[in-house]
């Protein structure tokens, strides 16, 4: 998810319960919503809902709803920023890793732990990043994942050798 997006979601409408409170939620962005027009959703973990219902029960509960169930508010009622939003998770990442990290570079991270996971995936990554053509997504990240592919490919031949185990 871009960080537009983030600073955009409206309780009800991009972040939904189906179920009400207790169940999944989910993170749903219409094309009109996306850079490529591609619609996205995306399901919350459990852990994620967790500290989604402790900010909404204990922090956001304190800020005047004004026109839009914004999820990121101001005290006033009025959306949080993006550049908030995005300077606040960059000091917290730096504060919390010791890392320089933007926001954006957390898509990158995203992909490649699911190439390191999966070389080749290509993909899941294009589904995960919200890519509409496969294109983008192999320009960016085929060429980093060199080595796991050959270590996986030496993998898939180790077991062929091993008598009575098939090639997964």
Partial sequence: MRMQNLATLELGRSLQWPSGRNG????????????????????????????????LDRYRNY????????????????????SALRDGSTKAVARELGIAMTPHQFRHVAAAVALDVHPGA???VRDLLGHRNIKTTSNFYAGMRTREAAREFDRILERSRTPGTKPS
């Fill in 122 to 124: 290509l993909g899941l």
């Fill in 63 to 82: 800020a005047t709803v004004k026109d839009r169930e914004w999820l990121f508010l101001r005290l006033d009622g009025s959306r949080v920023p993006d």
């Fill in 24 to 55: 999944p939620a989910y993170v749903v962005l219409r094309r009109d919503e996306t850079k490529n027009e591609v619609p996205l959703e995306y399901p919350l973990p459990e852990h994620c809902l967790a500290l989604l219902r402790e900010y």
